[in-house]
């Protein structure tokens, strides 16, 4: 969905009515749609905030904050919600329940969050300690999803406790979850199609009978025709899709397009390799996501140069010297570098070892199959470019040294584990630039899957770089030995699920795959029996991620045959294909062809990274038989990740006519301060998120079908994050489709 226009209008006159204390009823279909979330507070206080000098809580059902005397602003102490949707000219009303433990003011404010932040209402209310309810209206001058209703106590001469409930804003015209934009029914690529790969679009038709479509050229000339073929019913997208097959025809141009009746596509290429583009911002992405360094305009352009962060310059407290969390250590560690994880500038050693393991598997994978551009040196604008060392290998690298400088050093407890994390003590707004970072950084526990992260991607790294920095390598293969020792030494330290603030928590409490992920890398690289035994886990059509490192082992295995027991070898590879076969299936099986089809029909945070990493599953199931049919599966996932899906929405920066570009990041939020850019292209946003874990998703995708809980705004961190590995798996895949 795209930002709306923000309109102006003429505010009518603000209306105060006080009542005795209301008691709800079940809503009425017929009332004012209601805008704000959890306004009874009943269990939680999520999503409503308190600043930082109002400590807010949740008291026998109502929402309490201690107030503060001496500010010197209404709005130094707030309680408020963001995210409320607003439409120009429309009215709405506020009615809440309030009381204070002394008779004093407050206002009640209804506003825009952002600039230009036009009120709606602002009042002045009197709170006395019997509760009293309180009706406010006014009506909206613009029309924005990011409205904030906040109550501001600030400039109190003595200080007092508030409490409220029955919180209700009503108003708007257009129904929560309405109102969204799917673009043409006519879902395509719209980058580009392979020339003589699969070429096909997926068509919104009511219809149960076949219907006319054509190719047009750029000019408008009708160059093929066909009909479509009926799929059905869509149980993720709750749509009825036909399928529009043109992949008979095979002549490179752009700016082509597919009719259907009245209804056209977006433009797209046809070419020989529509990739190459892709596959080089992809991976140029972590370049751009880099930690303490400066990211020079020489590289990037002025737009995306920024000073370095996180090198203990003020503000910043930095990550040169960084502190434990009190009572976990008594030692403080240099753990500078590596990539920004998210929308956060945490770095995750478990996230950080899958996006850096994706990035060498892919070397190895371009060097085996031949593919010298994807295993080359000056394939990228990167400050190493032209060092006879493959460009892939120098940003993995980068991540890599990091991963090393989280390793507990011998002499202190636990010496050989690998931290979990690092991060900020908590939230920074949004934007925030990583070198105007003021919070407070420390270390997180040492964790067993940390330590096995580290054991799997020292271990390959140790392989990858052998015949280009050997002290390095060595370094590498020492650290992955004594991790994976230390992990034996200690195997249940788990990360806890502790919802904590400053960085995600990144919890895992199933460690055995790791085990078998660090051992296959460990026995590729040396060959040392010892770890053979560990190599346990198996493949499955649940795929991978930072949480489930099951199919790497089979992964890598299937990769390099020679390296292990001929059993081994054959199992993994069947396991492979197998697992592809359900993938090309499951595509073809839905309206639109994402081999991510979940049994429960629940489409995850990050989705998006699901789709991409079941096509290096499928990739490698081409690498293994060469049967076509896989490999028309990796081209018609980056189909669904580009434009042929349910949204009509590619979800990659920089590529397609709506493409996605206000992605959740701290850095890159051009839809906050103009003067910031967009996320950079080749950035991959998470995708679907049907749980609707953020506040925009749950006021915008109120009843969305499963493949269309998306939305493009800044502040939608459940479907619109970026995040590392989310990119490597693109990046794989780009260099996958765009080899020759």
């Not at 006159?13 to 006080?18: A, E």
């Amino acid at each position: 969905m795209r930002p709306r226009t923000l309109l102006h209008a003429l505010v009518l006159p603000t209306v105060l009515l006080v009542t005795a204390p209301a008691v709800h009823a079940a809503p009425d279909p017929q009332q004012p749609y209601e805008r704000v979330l959890n306004g009874t507070f009943d269990q939680a206080k999520t999503p409503w905030w308190s600043s930082g000098s109002t400590p807010s809580r949740i008291d026998g059902g109502k929402l309490c904050a201690d107030v503060p005397a001496g500010t010197a602003n209404p709005w130094d102490s707030m309680i408020a919600q963001d995210s409320i949707p607003l439409e120009a000219d429309q009215p709405y009303t506020l009615r809440f329940t309030a009381s204070a433990t002394t008779t004093t003011t407050i206002r009640a404010v209804l506003q825009l969050g952002v600039p230009p932040r036009t009120t709606t209402f602002n009042k002045t209310l009197t709170l006395t300690p019997e509760p009293q309810t309180f009706t406010v209206s006014g009506t909206s001058k613009s029309a924005d999803l990011h409205g904030q209703l906040s109550f501001q106590q600030g400039g109190a001469a003595k200080a007092f406790t508030l409490c409220m409930d029955d919180v209700s804003l009503t108003g708007g015209s257009v129904a929560p979850g309405a109102g969204r934009d799917f673009g043409s029914p006519v879902h395509v690529n719209q980058v580009g199609y392979e020339r003589r790969g699969p070429k096909k679009a997926s068509v919104v038709e009511p219809g149960d009978r076949p219907v006319d479509w054509s190719l047009r050229a750029a000019d408008g000339t009708v160059v093929r025709t066909g009909r479509t073929r009926v799929q059905g019913d869509d149980d993720a997208s709750g749509q009825h899709v036909h399928i529009a097959d043109f992949s008979g025809y095979t002549t490179n141009g752009t700016g082509y397009t597919l009719a259907v009746g009245d209804h056209v596509s977006e433009p797209f290429d046809i070419a020989d390799n529509p990739y190459t583009g892709l596959r080089r911002d992809a991976l140029g992405y972590f370049y751009l996501a880099r930690s303490g360094t400066p990211i020079e305009a020489t590289y990037v352009g002025d737009a995306y140069a920024r000073p370095a962060g996180h090198l203990g310059v003020a503000p910043n407290k930095g990550d040169t010297d960084v502190p434990c969390l009190p009572g976990a250590c008594s030692y403080r560690q240099d753990v500078r570098g590596g990539w920004y994880d998210a929308g956060d500038q945490g770095k995750y050693v478990v996230n950080g070892g899958l996006a850096a393991w994706q990035l060498m598997d892919s070397y190895e994978r371009s060097r085996r199959q031949g593919d010298t551009v994807g295993a080359s040196d000056g394939l990228l604008s990167v400050p190493e470019n032209a060092n006879k060392v493959p460009d892939v290998l120098d940003e993995s690298r980068w991540e890599v040294e990091f991963l090393l400088r989280m390793q507990i050093p011998q002499g202190q407890p636990l010496a050989g584990m690998a931290l979990h994390k690092v991060h900020d003590l908590a939230w920074t707004a949004l934007p925030t630039q990583p070198d105007k970072d003021s919070q407070p950084r420390y270390l997180h526990p040492p964790t067993t899957a940390a330590t096995l992260n580290l054991a799997a991607a020292a271990a390959q790294a140790a392989r990858v770089w052998a015949p280009y920095d050997k002290e390095f390598a060595a370094r590498c293969l020492q650290a992955a030995r004594t991790a994976f020792d230390a992990a034996l030494a200690h195997p249940d330290l788990y990360a806890p699920d502790a919802n904590g603030s400053g960085g995600g928590d990144y919890d895992d409490t199933q460690v055995s795959d790791e085990f078998s992920w660090a051992a296959t890398e460990l026995y590729a690289t040396t060959h040392d029996h010892r770890y053979l035994a560990r190599i346990t886990a198996k493949a499955t059509t649940d795929g991978f991620s930072w949480q489930d490192t099951s199919a790497l082992s089979d992964l890598t295995v299937a990769r390099m045959p020679e390296s292990f027991p001929l059993k081994l070898s054959l199992a993994a590879s069947a396991r492979i294909v197998k697992i592809a076969e359900t993938f090309v299936r499951d595509q073809r099986s839905q309206g639109y062809p994402n081999p991510n089809k979940p049994a429960d029909g629940t489409y995850v945070w990050g989705s998006n990274s699901v789709t991409a990493n079941n096509a290096v599953i499928m990739a490698t199931a081409y690498d293994l038989t060469r049967l076509p049919r896989y490999r028309d599966g990796v081209l018609e996932a980056m189909d669904y990740l580009l434009g042929r899906n349910a949204l009509d929405q590619s979800y990659v920066t920089g590529y397609g006519e709506r493409a996605s570009h206000n992605q959740h990041t701290r850095i890159w939020a051009h839809q906050i301060d103009p003067a910031l850019p967009d996320p950079p292209k080749g950035s991959l946003a998470g995708g679907p998120n049907s749980t609707l874990t953020d506040p925009v998703a749950q006021q915008n995708l109120v009843g969305c079908a499963p493949a269309t809980c998306y939305i493009d705004d800044v502040y939608s961190y459940g479907t619109d994050e970026i995040a590392i590995n989310w990119n490597s798996a693109l990046a794989w895949v780009a260099t996958f489709a765009a080899a020759r």
